[in-house]
């Protein structure tokens, strides 16, 4: 189990922009964290840090306790599956999601049983199964995607970082894979930073959300909370007033019936 602590971070890009300032956060051993802001806010950048394929430019990032600002991202020992996701185009949809496996040496090594049962598992329930020997480019959009998402799940990193991972599926396809998420994280419990700019999905699927605006921290808590004692007015409008007009656009589709 691994946690993660955010010490004063900050993150000034080469022309001057301050993408994120002073961030104080830590993320518990096996929680489900989502960070959630509008366009522009930090998010993607708080997560790259964090992967190390962003340099920090203040204070320290630990995993487990150790700093690992100067660590290159392969000793992090962190899944990713970001916005943009590149599989491997020459490889088939088996090889991308043993690659990665394939790589482990030493005391991680795992043998091939234990390859192809993972192999199984991670394709059934992503329902990629039947894809297995497709290339990527015979695959549509959210069905790279899901590929994608089973490559870093399959390896079980200490820590899972997601951005938008699921901004490229139809709203069923996203709904029953929130659902799926959710219970692979119950079941596995590894350390999760989920990164949307959506509140509905922030709310459905975090234990605890970081709600960010302007490179900075607004409120850290569970959705309820969140929701029910909104930290500030950002919050209160992002989070709060948006929940209730979709709760109110439900509520007339469904008077209209
Ligand atoms: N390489 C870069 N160089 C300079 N500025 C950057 C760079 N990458 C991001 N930024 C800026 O840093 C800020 C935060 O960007 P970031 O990508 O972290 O936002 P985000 O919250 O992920 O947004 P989105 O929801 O649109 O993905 C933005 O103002 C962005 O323009
Ligand atoms: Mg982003």
């Known amino acids: 189990m691994s946690g993660v602590n955010f010490i004063d971070v900050a993150k000034t890009y080469e022309d001057g922009t301050r993408a994120v300032k002073g961030l104080n956060l830590e993320v518990k ?23 190390g394929l962003e340099e920090v430019s203040e ?7 150790a700093k690992v600002n100067d ?3 392969k000793a992090r ?11 491997y185009p020459h490889k088939s949809v088996e ?44 695959l ?11 490559r870093a799940l399959i390896r079980r990193p200490k820590v899972l970082l997601m ?9 069923k396809l996203r709904n029953q894979m929130r659902i799926e998420l959710r219970r692979l994280h119950e079941e596995h419990g590894t350390t999760t930073v989920y990164v949307t700019h959506d509140q509905i999905e922030a709310m459905t699927l975090a234990d605890r959300i970081v709600i960010m605006d302007g490179g900075e921290l607004q ?14 007015d950002f919050v209160r409008e992002f989070l709060c007033q948006h929940i209730d007009e979709m709760v109110d656009t439900a509520n007339q589709i469904v008077s209209k019936r």
Do not use: W
Request: charged share 20%.
């Open 219 to 232: 409120q850290h808590a569970t959705p309820q909370v969140c929701y029910n004692n909104p930290a500030n």
């Open 29 to 51: 051993s096996g929680e489900f964290l989502v960070l959630v802001g509008p366009s522009g806010c930090g998010k993607t950048t708080t997560l790259r840090m964090l992967a």
């Open 71 to 73: 660590l290159p991202p």
């Open 95 to 138: 090889q991308n999601l043993t690659f990665g496996m394939e790589m482990m040496k030493g005391q991680e090594a795992l043998s091939g049983n234990e390859i192809d049962s993972r192999v199984k598992e991670i394709s059934n329930l992503l329902g990629i199964a039947e894809l297995l020997g497709k290339r990527p480019k015979e």
């Open 59 to 65: 204070g320290e990032i630990r995993i487990d306790g």
């Open 163 to 171: 951005d938008e991972p699921l901004s490229n599926l139809d709203a």
């Open 140 to 150: 549509s959009g959210g069905q790279r995607q899901r590929v994608a998402l089973g």
């Open 77 to 87: 020992d962190i899944g990713m599956v970001f916005q943009s996701y590149a599989l």
